[in-house]
């Protein structure tokens, strides 16, 4: 029979939504430049707060938001690949890899922004902390992780549109309801446990201020 069933929790749905927000709105920021640049930089720490939330919810948070339970072996990834494995209701073995590396792109991309100089009149809090070359060096590593940002993110959209118009499956409505239609034991791999408690929430909420007040205590 099928049914619903609860895939992401709350906390991971308004992570992607805040965090896909923060990342667009910051591009623009910058392009617009002068004093956009501190809007740029606001949503920069959001952007570093909320993958920070991720990286420990990856451990904290239900079932299909732990590493544990959708990062690939070798194995799982190749029978994936060859199409011997059916629908799965957290990430697929592709798509966790490609989670991993839009996490890491933006660890990288937040955190070099922290130590970047425009040359003009903006720079990261930290870059006074630090040698010129060092800034230097942070900086063009941050002119350069855009583009595999933005790689990243046109493959991650076009694998959606990929799902819904060849796959006739929408991942973006589980995206924001929380809940995919599946076999009431999805061939046997129904999560063992609840999904998207109100306590796993508190949980969240609690980690998700700890890490902003640490951020903000840090930055200024
Ligand atoms: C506006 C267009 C976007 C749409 C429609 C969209 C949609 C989705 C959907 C449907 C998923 C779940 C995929 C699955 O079922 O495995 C997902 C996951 C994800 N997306 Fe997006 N996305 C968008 C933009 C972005 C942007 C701009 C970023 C960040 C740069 C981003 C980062 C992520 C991440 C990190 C995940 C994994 C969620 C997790 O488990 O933490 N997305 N997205
Ligand atoms: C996810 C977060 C971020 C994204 C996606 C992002 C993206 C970008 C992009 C696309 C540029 C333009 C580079 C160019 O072509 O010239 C840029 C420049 C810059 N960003 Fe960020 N940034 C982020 C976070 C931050 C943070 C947190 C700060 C510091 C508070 C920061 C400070 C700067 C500075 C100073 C520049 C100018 C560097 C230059 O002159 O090339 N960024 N950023």
Request: glycine share 10%; net charge positive; with cysteine.
């Amino acid at each position: 029979m099928k049914q619903k069933i609860r895939v992401w929790d709350l906390p991971i749905r308004l992570f992607h939504w805040a965090l896909a927000l923060c990342v667009i709105l910051g591009i623009i920021f910058v392009k617009i430049g002068g004093n956009a640049m501190q809007w740029h930089a606001y949503c920069g720490y959001i952007a570093l707060a909320l993958v920070l939330f991720r990286i420990i919810w990856g451990f904290l948070g239900s079932w299909h938001s732990r590493f544990a339970n959708f990062i690939p072996t070798p194995k799982r990834l190749i029978a994936y690949l060859r199409g011997g494995m059916g629908d799965s209701l957290g990430h697929n073995p592709l798509g966790a890899l490609s989670v991993i590396a839009i996490l890491l792109a933006v660890l990288i991309q937040a955190s070099t922004g922290l130590f970047a100089d425009d040359d003009i009149f903006f720079q990261g809090p930290f870059a006074k902390y630090v040698s010129n070359a060092t800034v230097a060096f942070l900086t063009s590593m941050h002119r350069f992780n855009q583009y595999i940002i933005m790689a990243l993110v046109a493959l991650h959209i076009g694998a959606i549109l990929f799902y819904q118009f060849y796959k006739k499956e929408s991942l973006v409505a589980p995206m924001i309801t929380g809940d995919k239609n599946g076999e009431e034991a999805f061939g046997g791999t129904a999560p063992p446990e609840p999904i998207d408690t109100g306590k796993q929430r508190l949980v969240a909420l609690t980690i998700f201020i700890a890490v902003g007040l640490g951020l903000y205590y840090l930055i200024n």
